[in-house]
């Protein structure tokens, strides 16, 4: 066994053996985070930390956890799965710590779901592979899982639009080709459709041509796209440019400020599949994200609405079933509909708490809802 191994386990024991009552005069609940701060997603780290900060500061304004307030401790995870097992490990050995605000990226839950599992602490993570949250007791997600995606995006354009000729282009990192492999299956198993083109390319590609002039070689009525920002603008652009008539389908991330201002024109008609449209979302929401801007300088996004969402689930949970780790737990367990600044949350017995999408076509550069999609429960 390595000596990460050896003190991962060692720190396993002993949030075990802790647990987490509330001390008599305790002078904070503390709630843990595990992120990256330091490697290539700490721009990611940044986002994360500031959702949870802005969150604290609104619960601690109202009162706290019974009228005792809320501190963070944020651990470093260095962007390394060996990282994460680390950063969360010290976290549950901490017998204050009620409970811990995970990672996104799915990977690195994998590897922390151990760790989780054994010490008995609630996990709050915004990863949205299914896998993150099977067979498990105290991980919840803070988000749309990919199978809800698959479905819904599924039911989208077969369902409502009657379209049965589709392509799924894709980049061929893990994450989006789980994804496409996901609604490829729910397309066959549900509709009885196979995509007549499925194509990806590789992460950082600015040249979709070979995709799309399959497109163009196999007519289609709509092509079901999922990447990352960066490809957006110039897939989007080249769509345009080769004169493709099918509907572009698209998830969140061809949707941000970013790629539609690379886009520009090209992305008029295309819709996009998202959980978080602030500007589609009430007054409440578009408040706060107006409040995130003003204070950060920079848009509210998926991320940082739903990891301030995780603190005032975790709040709210401590309120409902008690301030120590098994409260926190039950009292997840049994909010229906708390409503956030992303979402209306409910955990389900995957432990997954956002159940619908939005729909939105691209006018004249801004969203405006198409329709809302909502998973039976």
Do not use: C
């Not at 470093?76 to 605000?101: C, P, S, W």
């Not at 799924?168 to 083109?197: C, F, S, W």
């Not at 080769?242 to 061809?254: E, M, N, P, Y």
Request: proline share 3%; no cysteine; charged share 25%.
């Amino acid at each position: 066994m390595s000596v990460g191994r050896v003190v991962t386990a060692a720190l396993i024991i002993a949030g075990a053996a802790f647990g987490s009552p509330i001390e008599a005069g305790q002078k904070a609940i503390q709630i843990g985070v595990q992120l990256p701060l330091s490697g290539d997603r700490a721009a990611v780290g940044r986002v994360i930390k500031s959702g949870v900060a802005m969150a604290v500061e609104a619960v601690n304004q109202e009162g706290g956890i019974g009228g005792i307030p809320v501190e963070v401790i944020y651990e470093d995870d260095q962007d390394t799965e060996q990282g994460a097992r680390e950063a969360l490990g010290k976290l549950v050995q901490d017998h204050r710590v009620v409970a811990v605000i995970g990672e996104l990226f799915s990977r690195y839950v994998m590897a922390s779901r151990e760790i989780v599992e054994q010490a008995g602490v609630p996990y709050l993570t915004g990863g949205t592979s299914p896998r993150t949250t099977e067979q498990t007791r105290w991980i919840f997600r803070v988000g749309a899982s990919d199978a809800v995606l698959a479905d819904l995006l599924a039911r989208y354009a077969v369902g409502d639009l009657k379209l049965n000729k589709l392509a799924i282009l894709h980049d061929q990192t893990g994450i989006h080709n789980a994804r496409a492999e996901m609604v490829v299956k729910v397309l066959k198993e549900r509709y009885g459709i196979e995509p007549v083109v499925r194509a990806g390319w590789k992460p950082g590609d600015r040249d979709f041509t070979p995709q799309l002039s399959q497109i163009k070689a196999h007519p289609v009525q709509a092509i079901l796209a999922l990447g990352e920002t960066g490809e957006a603008g110039p897939f989007l652009r080249q769509v345009k440019a080769l004169g493709l008539q099918a509907q572009v389908i698209a998830h969140r991330d061809f949707g941000t400020k970013q790629a539609l201002e690379e886009a520009g024109g090209a992305a008029e008609g295309v819709v996009i599949v998202t959980e978080y449209i602030p500007a589609l979302q009430g007054p409440e929401r578009q408040a706060w994200a107006r409040a995130y801007q003003e204070r950060y300088g920079t848009d509210a996004n998926v991320i940082s609405a739903q990891y301030y969402d995780a603190v005032s689930l975790l709040a709210e949970a401590a309120k409902r079933g008690g301030a120590n780790r098994e409260g926190v737990r039950l009292g997840l367990e049994t909010l229906k509909g708390f409503r956030g600044v992303m979402a209306d949350y409910t955990f389900d017995a995957k432990r997954n708490g956002v159940h619908r999408l939005y729909v939105a076509r691209i006018t004249e550069g801004k969203p405006t809802l198409v329709t809302i999609l909502e998973e039976s429960l």
